[in-house]
Each structure stands twice: as C-alpha cells, then as structure tokens.
C-alpha cells in the first residue's frame, strides 16, 4: 500500500511540475477547424467548444486543480488547529465559549458552508480556495480540541503543572507532541476531500472562471455533452477520484507506520523444544475441564513471544480454584485461551482439551461456540468493558438466555429480576432500565455476576474481578461469588495477583510463574505448607496489617523472565535464592510431593512453617 | 509537632528517634480545607473540613474508599484543585491563592507521585529528558549540571545510569514509577503527597518502592501524605493514619494502635474487609460486613454520615437513634462517632 500510495503521488506531482511546461501553450491553441470533437488519433479525449485538445487541458491542469486543495486545507488546518488548541490554554468560561462556538459551525455541513462562503467571497478560484478553507476549519478545531483535552486530562500533564511549567512550555513540550501526530494524517485525507469539494465548486460555477480552467471546469464543460461523448467528462472524474485516492492512501499509510512504533524488540529464533510435561491428573468422571500442556505464542513487534507455557490444569464441578501471578506471568492469557478469546494473531496450542467431555479440538466452529455460550462465562476486571455502553442492562442480561435457550422476553427478563435480586441489588427493575454508566463499579461488577449466572454455566472464569474495587466492596463480590458457586455448583477459575484473596477464597491454588505452573497446592497449606522459592516469596509479600512496620519484607531481585526468552532452564531461575546447576540446564516439571500438592523445582523448600512467614502473624490483644 | 492531630498514642521516643529536619511546624499544615466540585446536579463537596498536620520527616497514611475524597484532597495540596475554604500551609508559608507565579512556586515545596505509572511519564519524552525538566523547573542549570542531577536522581531512587536513554514504554512499572518518584523529588520538595504509588505494582516490587519511600524520606526529611485503600501499604510506611469518608476524616489514630485499637465502626469494617492468608483469622477483628453503596457525596445523608451503612448503628442497634440525627463529627475529636470502640480493643460492642 506504502508503495502504491508514493506512486500515485509521485506521478502526480511530476504531472503537477511539468504539465503546464509540456502540454500549457497545446491546451491553450483554440482550434476553429476541430471544435467539439470526439475522441480520434489526434485528441485521445476530443476537443471543445473552441477545438482545445481536452488531454493537453487535462494534464495541464493538474497544478492549477491541487494546488488551491492543498492551499485552502492548510489554511483550514492552520485556523482550525489555533481555534482548537486555544481551548487548551484559555480559562474555563473562554474555553466553553469557544467549544460551543466551534460547535456551532459544526452543524453545518461543510460543504454547504464552502459554497455559501464562495458566493460570499464572489465566484473564482480565489474566493474557493478562502471557503473551502472558512469550512474544513471547524473540523480541525474540534479534532484539535479533543485531542489537547485528551492530553491535559493525564497525569503526566497535571504532573508538569504542579513542576510549576508556564504555559508556553505545557504547549510546545506536552500538549503538540501528542497532537501533531492524529492532526498531519487529518490533514493529508483532508487534501483529498478539499480537491473534491473544489472541483465540486468550479462545477457549479463557483470556483475557477474561464478562460483560467481546472479539473472541475472541466468536469462540468464535458457534462454538457456526456450523452454524445462521455470520455471528456469521464476523464477528468477520473483524474479527480484518482488524486484523491493518492491523498486518502498517504493518510492511511501515515497512520499505520504511527500505530506500529514498538520500542525496538530483540529478535529471537524459534523456541527450542522443552520437555512437556505430562498429564498426571487422575481422570475423575467429574472432571469439567481439562486441559494439558496449553501454550499461547504471540507476535509482538517483529518477534514471537510465548507467554503460556505448557500449562495443565483441570477443574472439577462446584470447585473454585485460584489461579495466581503477577503481571506478566501468562495467568489472563491462559484463561482468554480456555475461552477462545485469545487477541488476534495469537495462536494456542495443546496436547489434551476437554471441556463438559467433550474434545475441544475436534468440535466444529459452530458447536465450540454454542458450548461456550451455554457452559462458560467470564468476570472480567473492568465490568465497564464487558457491557455494550449504549444498551439498557435488561437487553444485555436477557440476550443470551433468549437467543441460545429460545425463553420468550417475559420470562427471560423475570429470570434477569431474580438473579438480580440474588446479587443483593435493590430496585431490579429500576435497575433493568437503566445503562451500565448510570452504575457504580461495585454495581457493574455485581450485574456481571448476574449476566454470567443468567445462563447457569458450568464455569465461570473471572478475571481480577475485584481488583478495580475498594476492599468493602471486594468482599461483597467474593462473598456473591462463593454463593453463586454453591447454589448452582458453578465450577469457579478465580484468577488474581493477591495471594491473600485466592487462599481466603478458593479451595485450590495454582501459582503461576514465567508462563507456567510452579505450584499446585491446596488454599488452606498456602500459609505454611508451599514448597516452591517463588510461592514463598509471594507468601512472605504479604504483610498483614499487624506487621511490624521495621522489618521490610524481602524483596526479590531482578526481572521477571522474558516472554520471548529461549534458556532451557527453570523460569525463576534469575532470582531464585535455592538454584543449581540443574536448574540452568533443564526446565523442572511440575511433579506431585503428596496427592494434593504438586510443585515445580529442583529443589523445594522444605516444608518447615516458619521460613515461609515471618512475622506476618503476632496476633494483638 | 505530632504526625497527627491530637497527639494520644504517639510515642515520644520514637519521633526523637527519627532524624526530623526543620524546625517546629515545619512540614505540611491543612485547616479545615473543603473542596467542591461542579458535579451534574450541582456543587459537590468532595472535601470537607479536613485539618491534618504532618510535620517533617514523618508520613500520614490517608485512607478510605473510592469516592471519600482523597484524591480530591491530595490535589487540593499540590495545587491543581482550589480549595473554597480553609488553609494549607507549608512550613508555616500559606498557599498563596492569587498570582499565578505564586502557584508556579508552589510546586517547589510540595510534589505528587501519581498512582497510574504507565500515565504518569510523558510516554514521549526519554527519562533523562524528564527528569532534566523537572531539575529545571526552578532552577537555572546548564547541560552539565542537569546531566549531573539527573544521574544524582537515578541514583537516589536505585536505578541504573543506563535508564536515562530509555522511554517509559522500555520500563517496568516498578522502574517508571521509580523515575516518577525521582522526578518528585528533583526540586526537593519540603512535603510529598503519594497517591496510591503502589496499587498498580505487582507485590514483588511493591515491598520494595516502599522501603525506598521511608529510606527517601529518612535522608531527605520530607512530610509525607501516603494515600492508599490498601490498608497494608499504610501500615507499613506511616505513623499515623487518618481515615476518610464521604469527604471528611472520621479517625486518626497512631500505626502502633491500629488494627486493633481501631475506634470508629468504619474503620473497623475497612479492616476487617483485608483478606488474610490465614482463613477465618481476620486481624482487624470480627468481620464487619458493609451494607449497602457508599452515598452519593452531593447528597450525604444526615446527621453521621456513615450510619446507613454502620454495622453498630442505628438500622442494627435500638436505641442509638441520636447516629441519625445528629452527626456526631467535630473539628477536634479523633474519632468522630457517638458509640466509639473504646480505646483498648475490648469488645464492648459485641
Ligand atoms: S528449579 Fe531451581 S531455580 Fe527453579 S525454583 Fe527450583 S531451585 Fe529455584
Ligand atoms: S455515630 Fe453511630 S452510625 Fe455513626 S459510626 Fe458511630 S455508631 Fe455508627
């Protein structure tokens, strides 16, 4: 696209320079003999009414037909960029005079202003480019505005304003920098619409007078005998759509390569293979999920990370496990990939994955779809991102039940009251009327439990549900989420980087590290019994609140491994205060130390209390 | 003067103990300061007659629920939001209201870290670019001596020289946010208001800014305000905290006495809502579960502000009527309830 976009612009601007040079004294030699004629060897497009051959006109003109288009945007963009950025600088009541005056020319289409501006400014060339210029302007100022109030709203500006900035400064440094990018892509497809528009006008007769011509002119001079030839009218519609295109393609172009700014990433060769580790859940009857050796590969930038690696896992009905691990470690990924909502491009691969018995794998499109819509259901951190802003909560909770279990209105909304009312929100059917941002986010989140319960799905998977939430609120949604779980034996993938919260709440633990699973261990042995460097050191992080404010918890040295990262060995190896040799060399498998208790290392702690909590507990009175 | 007002439960020895730097009063001083807000239905106030004092070289954590106010407040400090009523002072020096040159000096004295550290760097700016213009915001430095300050603030805040170069989208959080604190400190503010510095940071990192905020704070003897809903983090910098609701401060209590010595209901319930890794021993005491949404600040209910919800208040308890009529908050007392746990943590209540 980048190269077709250069080419056509490059042809013309070449065509813009040298057409009045080459074809400028044949397109202006009037012809008595050879008026009006059609398309013949001579003159590819015919003449007209004064025997000027029409192709000479045409490429000769290319000049005359960009150059007003690209005049009058800059002076739009130009008027509309000061408009719009003073906005940013005024104080509050100047700012919204200037906001509602910009919207009032916003109401007008623009077009219509450019043509009442050029009668205003008197018909010709001159007086299109001036309103085409008064009419893109408002555009430009609005765009300007949003942008600048994007930029003034963030942190890092309010951080510059308490540094004590002036103004000036905020401007040039803060504020241009994020909106000049969005402005110069505006400005090129701006290029493109002007041109039509100003041909437009000189069709009309507003824009360039004879015997000064343009691709316009001679647009509408072609039209008046499209019926016996169409070529002369055909011909310069083409020219038009095709600069226009040009410009509408460079914008395109300009706003890719602006989107695909990563920071430079290293390039890295395909993975070597590890050993994947098997399998050993016993296949109990009522297992709901299963899935071994799960890995998710992404491209990111011009590499491939793989964020989840080898990870198994199975879930039994009514169980709620944790799944935990800091930013990074692959926990969200594994979940979106166990409900196919892994990000574009993403790729997800398994040795096993059964879900309500089923074989994931060979299940078609349309079946997968229709066994996660009935059987599985996800909480996500932000309930705001989970509901359609723009539908009422009642369409949202009751689309699904009646789409996939074929339950009338009446009584899928009357089930949406009961599940409602299940999630202790009062007024249900105020409640139902109303739009997500109308809620607060303890509110939300409760009405997601209620969606996500509406379909009674075997598995609910949530995401961080509390982590937006204060901790009054967090312990109501864990509290709706252990009930949800008993009254329908909904099997529960809680997934959280607060250790406290999973061990407070669910029945099992799998920590999560690098992209695997380290350690597997039951809820209520997380205090003293983990066995794994990494599980410890997350225990001994939380501090309690009767901690003695003098003794800092250890910290951890060191990154987190890289996603994109080859080394064959154990992924905590780096800031692992236990490693050996071995653990350089071969990566641990996650094997069992007794039926409930699984870990990954070379070398597990051993299984004292103490070591694993330091005066975290102490209990007062 | 003590971290907080009303100085009960502040022991003397161990504010000696600490290197306080400046003199009395020194630090930061907030009388009765209220704050409104145009809300859709009219003004909304989302501060209300808070008076705290934090004297040099010493840390209050502020904390309480979204929508309590204390972001609001914390802006109001730094500047970027007017009070409507009430004093702010610094070191004694008042806020000055007017002239804007005067605000722009303000920034001098007193500095935010802000919460969000992906938000908090101009993404486009390099760290050394960032911090050389924080260095200079008030002081004439030339190339020399910028390179040299920002290499001093790398330093300070236990980065590598090798980050200047970098952007913040080639940072960790636990770095950026790092560099955002060092560039806080580029102008050696006397107070440093931290608001929710940690909530966005993974637990291994998190421990980590923390010690380095107290080591900060030892060397450099700033005044501290620790905003945070995470009661642990509070703990484990302040020495004394101050809880909010709805706008105003309904406790202020030393760290030694906390959790148990915890006296208004709502602090109580905040602490009894922290998960505890030991199931079914709760730190803060028996739990506490909160009815109802927190009230809408434009309209807050009458007389305590809190007895909607109080699990020890009026809908749970007979007799205690009085919660709702009459409110129970004064400018001066520490606890703002007509039924207060009593100081030691017997359970009167239970
Ligand atoms: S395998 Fe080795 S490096 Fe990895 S956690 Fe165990 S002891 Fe540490
Ligand atoms: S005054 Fe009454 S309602 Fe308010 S916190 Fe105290 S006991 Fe609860």
Redesign the pocket.
């Known amino acids: 696209m980048g190269v077709t976009a250069l080419a056509m612009l490059a042809s013309l601007a070449v065509l813009a320079v040298v057409g009045p040079v080459l074809w400028g004294p044949a397109a202006d030699r009037p012809d008595p003999s050879a008026v009006l004629q059609g398309p013949t060897g001579g003159h590819p497009l015919g003449t007209d009414h004064l025997g000027r051959d029409l192709l000479a006109r045409l490429l000769a003109s290319t000049w005359s037909s960009l150059l007003p288009a690209v005049t009058a945007t800059l002076l739009g963009a130009a008027a509309g960029v000061t408009l719009g950025a003073l906005t940013a600088v005024v104080g509050g009541r100047t700012r919204r005079l200037l906001g509602a005056f910009i919207n009032l020319l916003l109401a007008f289409p623009a077009l219509l202003v450019a043509m009442f501006f050029a009668v205003l400014f008197g018909a010709g060339a001159r007086g299109a480019v001036f309103a085409l210029a008064v009419a893109c302007a408002p555009g430009f100022a609005r765009l300007t505005q949003t942008l600048a109030a994007g930029v003034a709203g963030t942190d890092f500006m309010a951080a510059a304003r308490v540094l004590g900035l002036r103004r000036h400064r905020l401007l040039r440094r803060h504020v241009l920098p994020h909106v000049a990018e969005p402005l110069l892509l505006n400005t090129t497809v701006a290029v493109g619409s002007a041109l039509v528009a100003l041909s437009g006008l000189s069709f009309l007769g507003l824009g360039a007078q004879p015997p000064s011509y343009d691709w316009g002119l001679l647009l509408s001079q072609g039209l008046d005998r499209v019926y016996t030839e169409p070529l002369p009218a055909v011909a310069p519609g083409i020219a038009i759509v095709y600069a226009g295109v040009a410009f509408q393609l460079l914008g395109e172009v300009l706003a890719k390569a602006a989107t695909r700014q990563h920071p430079p990433a290293r390039q890295t060769g395909e993975p070597a293979a590890s050993p994947a580790p098997t399998g050993r859940r016993p296949a109990g009857a009522d297992l709901l999920l299963e899935v071994a050796d799960l890995r998710v590969a992404l491209p990111a930038g011009d590499r491939t990370i793989r964020p989840v690696r080898g990870v198994s896992l199975a879930l039994r009905r009514g169980e709620m496990v944790g799944l935990v691990g800091e930013s990074g470690s692959g926990k969200s990924l594994t979940a979106l990939a166990l409900a196919d909502l892994l990000p574009d491009g993403a790729r997800a691969t398994w040795s096993a994955h059964r879900f309500l018995g089923a074989d994931v794998g060979s299940l078609t499109r349309r079946e997968r779809h229709r066994q996660l819509a009935t059987g599985m259901a996800m909480i996500f951190q932000n309930p705001a991102s989970a509901f359609n802003p723009a539908l009422r909560i009642e369409t949202q909770l009751t689309e699904a039940v009646r789409a996939h279990h074929g339950i009338p209105r009446e009584q899928a909304v009357e089930q949406a009251r009961v599940q409602l009312q299940r999630v202790a929100l009062p007024g249900e059917r105020r409640l139902l009327r109303s739009r997500p941002f109308q809620l607060s986010g303890g509110q939300r989140q409760r009405v997601a439990i209620a969606a996500a319960s509406m379909m009674r799905p075997d598995l609910v998977i949530a995401d961080e549900p509390t982590t937006a939430l204060d901790v009054t609120v967090q312990r109501q949604i864990m509290d709706l989420l252990r009930r949800v779980r008993r009254d329908d034996a909904t099997a529960i993938l809680f997934i959280s980087h607060d250790i406290a919260l999973v061990a407070d709440a669910c029945d099992r633990v799998l920590v999560m590290y690098g992209g695997t699973i380290?350690e597997s261990l039951p809820a209520r042995a997380l205090a003293d019994g983990a066995r794994?460097?990494?599980t410890r050191m997350l225990v001994a992080s939380v501090r309690g609140l009767t901690a003695d404010r003098e003794s800092s918890p250890p910290g951890l040295g060191g990154a987190p491994p890289d996603p994109g990262g080859t080394a064959p060995?154990?992924?905590?190896?780096d800031r692992?205060?236990?490693?050996?040799d071995?653990?350089?060399a071969e990566i641990?498998v996650l094997s069992a130390l007794d039926p409930h208790h699984e870990v990954?290392?070379?070398?597990?702690l051993p299984p004292t209390a103490s070591s694993g909590r330091p005066e975290t507990e102490e209990c007062d009175t | 003067m003590s971290g907080v007002r009303g100085p009960g439960g502040l022991p003397e020895q161990s504010r000696g103990a600490r290197g306080v730097r400046g003199a009395r009063g020194a630090g930061l001083a907030l009388h009765d300061v209220t704050v409104r807000h145009h809300g859709p239905y009219g003004p909304v106030t989302a501060v209300d007659g808070v008076s705290l004092e934090i004297a040099r070289g010493r840390t209050v954590g502020l904390v309480g629920e979204s929508g309590s106010g204390k972001s609001t407040l914390a802006r109001a400090i730094v500047g970027l939001d007017r009070p409507c009523a009430g004093r702010i002072a610094i070191d004694g020096r008042e806020y000055p209201v007017r002239r804007a040159a005067d605000r722009r000096r303000w920034g001098r004295r007193v500095q935010l870290v802000f919460q969000d550290p992906d938000t908090a760097l101009d993404p486009r700016m390099t760290v050394r670019q960032s911090l050389a213009e924080a260095a200079g915001a008030f002081a004439r430095l030339d190339r020399r001596a910028r390179e040299q300050r920002v290499g001093e603030l790398l330093e300070l805040v236990g980065l590598d020289a090798g980050c200047a170069g970098r952007l913040p989208g080639q940072l960790s959080g636990g770095q950026r946010q790092r560099v955002a604190v060092a560039r806080a400190l580029a102008v050696d503010p006397a107070v440093l208001v931290a608001d929710e510095v940690t909530s966005a940071l993974d637990v291994s990192v998190r421990a980590a800014l923390l010690g380095m905020l107290r080591e900060l704070q030892r060397r450099m003897g700033f005044a501290m305000l620790f905003i945070s809903h995470d009661l642990a983090a509070v703990r484990q910098v302040s020495d004394a905290v101050a809880v909010m609701y709805l706008g105003r401060i309904v406790e202020t209590a030393s760290n030694e006495a906390l959790p148990g010595g915890a006296r208004h209901p709502y602090t109580r319930t905040l602490l009894s809502a922290v998960p505890s890794l030991h199931t079914g021993r709760r730190p803060g005491g028996e739990a506490l579960p909160l009815s109802g949404e927190a009230p809408d600040p434009a309209s807050p209910p009458a007389g305590c502000r809190f007895h909607p919800r109080c699990p020890v208040g009026p809908s749970r308890r007979p007799g205690r009527e009085v919660c709702a009529v009459q409110d129970p908050w004064d400018e001066t007392a520490r606890v703002a309830c007509h039924f207060p746990y009593p100081a030691g943590d017997g359970p009167e209540h239970a």
């Open positions: 380290v794994h460097p990494y060995g154990c992924p905590f190896l692992c205060p236990q490693r050996l071995r653990c350089a641990p990954a290392c070379w070398r597990p």
